[in-house]
């Protein structure tokens, strides 16, 4: 089945630095990734949808000069929190499908913590 | 606009018992309705996927229903066991682009 790697699997940072978090598709080219936020006991909620090549299509509600979004290649997408704080603290995952992908299930990373002090 | 409800959102059952978790969603325009596992700050696990024209899935002791028209899912899950407390995760996908709106999940607990 369809691996999706994600990296790293936890973050602590102060309050203003910036945190990069990559999601790799390690057995077929992912030509879209979602990255999806997730925050204590509440749902995953899509942030954004990346095609490779072009720029990403963000969700109402996400500041896209906050949360950076590269799909520069078919096997790797990198999400970056600029300037975090501490309510950006969530557990942050993303998901992968391919060129031929239709109505079929969805694989996901492992997810990544990140908190901001 | 799409939302997804699960009840209850916490479960505690002792092993063994068979239990149903529930899944409800307002708009019945739907590709598929994906069940997950998520296990405590880690990453989703697919457990069984039901696209639209489906009733039901099935794998081991899963059971996945769908009755689209009434908005609903059921996640059944028999003789339960200590590795079955995580939380599941519906979620279903209106466009059949992979974008999936979530419902907030059911905590189960499975107590030896």
């Known amino acids: 089945g369809a691996v999706v790697s994600q990296h790293p699997s936890r973050v602590i940072c102060k309050s203003g630095t910036s945190v990069k978090i990559e999601c790799r598709s390690l057995d077929f080219q992912a030509t879209t990734m979602f990255w999806y936020r997730q925050f204590p006991k509440q749902s995953l909620m899509l942030m954004a949808t990346s095609n490779e090549g072009s720029k990403a299509t963000y969700e109402q509600g996400v500041e896209k000069d906050k949360f950076l979004i590269n799909h520069a290649s078919l096997t790797l997408s990198t999400l970056t929190v600029t300037s975090a704080h501490p309510e950006d603290s969530s557990f942050y995952i993303c998901s992968a499908i391919g060129r031929e992908w239709s109505n079929e299930k969805l694989f996901f990373g492992s997810g990544t913590q990140l908190s901001v002090l | ?112």
């Open chain 2, 1 to 112: 606009k799409q939302e997804v409800t699960q009840i209850p959102a916490a479960l505690s059952v002792p092993e063994g018992e068979n239990l149903v978790l529930n899944c409800s969603f307002t708009d019945s325009a739907i590709y598929n309705l994906q069940w997950f596992r998520q296990d405590p700050g880690k990453g989703l696990t697919s457990l069984l996927l039901i696209q639209s024209s489906q009733r039901e899935q099935t794998s081991g002791r899963l059971n996945a229903s769908l009755d689209k028209s009434s908005g609903r899912s059921t996640l059944y899950i028999a003789a339960s066991q200590p590795g079955d407390s995580a939380t599941y995760l519906c979620a279903v996908d209106g466009s059949n682009t992979g974008k999936l709106i979530f419902g907030q999940g059911t905590t189960l607990q499975v107590k030896p």
